[in-house]
């Protein structure tokens, strides 16, 4: 069967695959070169003997998945109900709440801060929420503007509108408005942490659930969530109008929190990062943000952004990508859709997973453990950017990244940057592509500059070759950038659309159209057509699973 995604055509499997169930699937062929990727348990007693942060010395070439999880069910509350009507004083409500106790706001009525999240002792959840909280879709179902009738409104017209007390922990917001007071620009909406210097001091089990966060839509906002905290959650919720001329902004960052995250079935715009972990050097010593699970958002930046754009608004925010890492460690990203991003204030890659030690502060900078599945790539100058190193300060190798079933499309051309679909730069290791599907306008791979790459998996994948497909500096496309760039790599099993089987290892196929990769089902190591597989990837992007 097969399915057309903007101009290229996808093959949808017909063999029976086992279910994704917290794990990704490889088969006997696959895991004899890439191994198994699967969620294991910690090890007993680990956790007691060091942060889950700090950086091991593992040497295999298998993404390890985030080993814990937010847990965001529904907690039935026992304590008081505490109903804030308008006028009334919020901050004084949320000073007396106890563990157990539920706040009430009215719906269309506006709160004025900024206020804090005290710590309270004890363990039980404190709930803020509208009162008409009933009238929201469902728990797991997403929020939009049109539910802000619903939504009591929390704004500021300084500072933040939401700040958390070192170590407060244990706050749920459902059904609230957060914004920047009219005419107001604010650096963050929401302050989870900052420069905390011992992660037990960071604010922890904080989640907002179906939430409507945005800034000014004439003065922009920089940050919606600065999410420098321990087990934090934002799911079901709606982020938008985060912008800013002259400075990176994002609906979501981290970059002193320990984890572990939850980004869940969320709208996130924002002009320079959509989400972003790393950026600045972590004031605790060896914080790496880790066990993060990035799953069923929609990432997007609005045309009206985009000064070639028709329907261009007049101001010209500062747009880099759509998804970054910048020291992050066992992250899972997956069925999420990625769309609009143009070369602006960077060269157009969509997805970044580079390296940086910010301002030199945190040599142990890393990104590591990155399984990025079933994902949307579209309309984008170029397609994901990976840096070994970083190439201004002193960090960590970039390793153990696996890029499977993925469907890119619309990459290039009109949206500027060189239409690249993978660039890797200064020595990365451990780095599998497999069963991805794309149409670009530029190369498919991008070798760099400097040192090579080990361990490089490319396999099972579906594009066309641009005769431009393995490139890299000093070196013609084809075998001498590979022989050069990726010396011991493993390359088959690829229907490269109008390529030349001179310029490629043996075992992959060489098609002369898109429609006929068809007939290579059955051939490749794994049985499977080359390409993605549409089964894996959310249909519906809007709704829980």
């Known amino acids: 069967m097969r399915a057309i995604v903007g101009v290229f055509a996808v093959w949808v499997t017909t063999a029976a695959t086992a279910p994704y169930v917290g794990r990704v699937l490889l088969d006997n062929q696959e895991a004899a070169y890439v191994g198994r990727v699967l969620l294991d348990p910690p090890t007993p007693g680990l956790e007691s003997t060091r942060p889950a942060y700090v950086a091991e010395n593992r040497t295999d070439a298998t993404a390890e998945l985030p080993r814990a999880t937010v847990d965001t069910s529904e907690v039935k509350l026992t304590g008081r109900t505490i109903h804030v009507t308008a006028g009334e004083d919020f901050q004084a409500a949320l000073d007396q709440a106890k563990p157990g106790d539920s706040i009430l706001l009215d719906p269309g009525q506006t709160y004025r801060g900024p206020f804090q999240l005290p710590k309270k002792d004890g363990d039980g959840w404190i709930l803020i929420g509208s009162a008409a909280s009933r009238g929201l879709p469902a728990p797991g179902h997403r929020v939009d503007p049109s539910h802000k009738p619903l939504m009591a409104k929390l704004v500021s017209s300084r500072d933040t509108v939401i700040a958390a007390d070192p170590a407060a922990h244990h706050y749920r917001f459902v059904g609230i408005e957060i914004a920047p007071a009219d005419g107001t620009f604010l650096y963050s909406l929401v302050q989870l942490g900052d420069d905390e210097s011992k992660a037990e001091k960071l604010p922890h089990h904080i989640i907002f659930d179906r939430c409507y966060l945005h800034g000014d839509p004439a003065k922009g906002t920089r940050r919606g969530i600065a999410m420098n905290s321990r087990d934090t959650a934002v799911v079901n919720s709606y982020l938008s109008d985060f912008k800013e001329v002259g400075a990176d902004s994002q609906a979501i960052a981290a970059w002193n929190g320990a984890g572990p995250f939850k980004i869940a079935n969320n709208y996130l715009e924002a002009a320079g990062e959509n989400v972003m972990f790393g950026g600045a050097d972590p004031s605790i010593p060896d914080l790496v943000p880790s066990d993060i699970e990035v799953t ?29 890492l910048k020291n992050a460690r066992r992250v899972l990203v997956d069925g999420n859709l990625f769309e609009n991003n143009w070369a602006h204030a960077q060269n157009g890659f969509a997805i970044l997973f580079t390296p940086r030690n910010q301002k030199g502060g ?27 190193r970083d190439d201004n300060q002193a960090s960590r190798q970039t390793r153990r990244i696996l890029i499977r079933n993925n ?14 679909l993978f660039q890797l730069l200064d020595g990365t290791s451990g780095v599998v592509i497999d069963h991805n599907t794309a149409s670009q306008t530029g190369g498919i791979v991008f070798g760099g500059d400097h040192a090579p790459h080990d361990r490089f998996v490319f396999q099972n994948n579906a ?4 005769h431009a497909g393995f490139v890299g500096s000093g070196t013609a496309a084809g075998k001498s950038t590979i022989d050069r760039y990726f010396p011991d790599a493993v390359i088959r099993g690829n229907a490269f659309v109008g390529g030349n089987a001179a310029d490629y290892p043996v075992d992959n196929f060489f098609p002369a159209s898109v429609e006929a990769v068809k007939r ?19 249909v519906n992007l809007n709704e829980s699973e």
């Open 520 to 538: 290579y089902a059955g051939q490749t190591a794994d049985r499977r057509p080359p390409g993605a597989d549409l089964r894996q990837i959310p």
């Open 362 to 388: 945190a040599p142990w900078s890393v990104v590591e453990d990155v399984t990025f599945s079933n994902n949307v790539v579209r309309h984008a100058g170029a397609g994901l950017n990976i840096l070994g």
């Open 463 to 466: 594009m066309p070759d641009n």
């Open 407 to 420: 469907v890119f499309v619309d990459v290039g051309g009109r949206w500027g940057g060189n239409g690249r």
């Open 296 to 324: 069923r958002n929609h990432m997007s930046k609005p045309l009206g952004w985009r000064m070639a754009d028709p329907s261009f608004q007049g101001a010209a925010w500062t747009v880099k990508n759509l998804f970054e």
